[in-house]
DNA sequence: GTGTAAAGTTACCGACTAGTAACATTCGTT
DNA sequence: AACGAATGTTACTAGTCGGTAACTTTACAC
């Protein structure tokens, strides 16, 4: 009856509330096979627990594709601001987002941006969770704009829009490329390209 | 028993041979509401027919997917050099493909890149639409980088492979950005930074 | 030890899925 | 008229899915 039986792959070394196991063993399935791929069984079994535990931990399926998409939107916010908090500068905090991002995207299992890839696997339904996506992305523009009317663009929003398409663009690059020569390698060297221009002559004829 | 009775929503103005009906429903609904959200049963009642026939034309719902990302493939390439041939200049062609890109995004109903959105979905297993998809996104790498190094690019890779992230992450935004608004109307004025930053003093000191 | 809360077990429901068998019908060609 | 190919119709299999009911077992607190 211990945990560590054999049962659960992924029941190993995880926290001890069945609630917490789910919860860990669905966001590692959801990001490495998809949300529509991974059923209720998987995931139960895959924690070392069975299916009644799942819904007493969870309003259903969609309640935890829900709380997925909010514990990865809070992590994301939370890597940024680690990324971001050794450097004064907001070119240098838009420079080693990039070249963190380039890290995580490559260092990790998951192919492609999970919320992205959320919204592909549940569109056409108003899923709850699409909401949040959208929001969320809002969210990160704006974020963009902001650090790069901060580094002194004279267009903060055509800059910090170029850097998100960029962003997505490399993590869209890990879906269909090996990682060891994704065009997402390109991304810091692309990135200065950009800030060069629009960071050119900052305080120079105003 | 006319086709033209209503049970079909799709089916009005379709090819008249059951098979081309088929596809171009799938393709549709495909797009529209995603590859695992659609069943065999609901592209046969739009197509106006009924599962038999479909089995009659098609071997599964996975060799009709490989035959819908095929097609896929094949219009793009002929979209590609539509857009391509009033241009001579290479510099005119990139730019022309990232305007004709946008226009083509915000019209079409279908959010990202189905290709992109096909590999999300149909990813973990190793299914055989997927290598297509892979080696079609290999291919518009090496488009651009032929075209980049047409154009006088000192690192015609480099320069391909940020077009190529600017595409894909134009497509992203489309996802969960409303398509009036969205990040990829500043995709053309990237691209721009980018051509001119690369193709500099193309002639000057070599 | 006893009570209580958390978790495990088994069995089930209804809906949906891809795919098939057997048969009936339409339609164009000759 | 007749033939054959394409298509429609109905019914079915077997599996999976999300979700639930009823009950048993464990573990911890007092």
């Not at 601001?81 to 907001?90: N, W």
């Not at 992205?116 to 929001?135: D, K, S």
Request: with cysteine; charged share 25%; aromatic share 6%.
């Amino acid at each position: 009856m211990n945990r560590s039986k054999a049962q659960g792959e992924l029941a190993q070394a995880m926290p001890l509330r069945v609630r917490d196991r789910i919860f860990a063993t669905a966001r590692e399935l959801f990001s490495r096979q998809g949300i529509r791929a991974v059923g209720v069984d998987a995931i139960t079994c895959g924690a070392g627990t069975n299916k009644m535990s799942f819904y007493r931990s969870f309003a259903s399926k969609d309640a935890l594709i829900c709380e997925c998409v909010r514990a990865q939107q809070a992590e994301y916010w939370q890597w940024w601001a680690e990324v971001v908090a050794p450097y004064a500068d907001p070119r240098a905090q838009i420079e080693a987002l990039f070249a963190a991002s380039v890290r995580r995207g490559c260092e990790s299992n998951a192919a492609g941006c999970s919320l992205n890839n959320a919204a592909v696997e549940l569109r056409e339904a108003q899923h709850p969770a699409i909401e949040l996506v959208r929001a969320h992305k809002a969210d990160v523009r704006r974020r963009f704009a902001l650090l790069a009317g901060a580094a002194g663009a004279a267009d903060a929003e055509a800059l910090g829009d170029a850097l998100l398409l960029l962003l997505e663009g490399g993590a869209a690059s890990l879906l269909t490329f090996d990682r060891t020569d994704a065009p997402v390698h390109g991304l810091q060297a692309a990135v200065h390209v950009l800030l060069d221009a629009h960071l050119r002559t900052p305080t120079r004829d105003a």
